[in-house]
């Protein structure tokens, strides 16, 4: 089990950018897989983006790729999503979650595949 730690949101501009940061606590921080969720108001969770353990494998939603970068430092335990070109539908409060690297994670990266979770932060995006 990890306790994740977002920060780094706020107000920004259409077109903007943003950098999250998700600081996980514990020694085994290289054995997770990591990954960012988006929830909008009355909207379900979604999925933005994921890392794999040694961060060589990295997987987006359409709706960010090309815009989005994630990325991660397991000497620091953090992950990182990089923001650019932010549109106003990418406002949302963003979580980090964390899975072990040992389970296998379908495609649709489900939100109940992710076993720990940050408390989240707002990312507000004005047009």
């Known amino acids: 089990q990890v306790q994740l730690v977002e920060s780094g949101g706020g107000l920004v501009q259409a077109g903007g950018s943003l950098r999250l940061s998700c600081a996980a606590s514990?020694?085994?921080?290289?054995?997770?897989?990591m990954a960012w969720f988006r929830q909008a108001p009355g909207k379900e969770r979604e999925f933005v983006a994921d890392i794999s353990a040694s961060g060589d494998t990295t997987v987006y939603a359409d709706s960010v790729k090309g815009r989005f970068t994630i990325s991660r430092d397991n000497a620091e335990n953090t992950v990182y999503l990089q923001m650019n070109s932010l549109k106003a539908e990418d406002t949302a409060i963003y979580y980090c979650?964390?899975?072990?690297?040992?389970?296998?994670?379908?495609?649709?990266?489900?939100?109940?595949?992710?076993?720990?979770w940050g408390q989240g932060t707002q990312v507000t995006v004005s047009s």
């Open positions: 979650a964390a899975v072990p690297s040992y389970v296998l994670v379908t495609k649709a990266h489900y939100p109940h595949e992710y076993d720990d």
């Open positions: 514990g020694r085994t921080f290289s054995s997770y897989a």
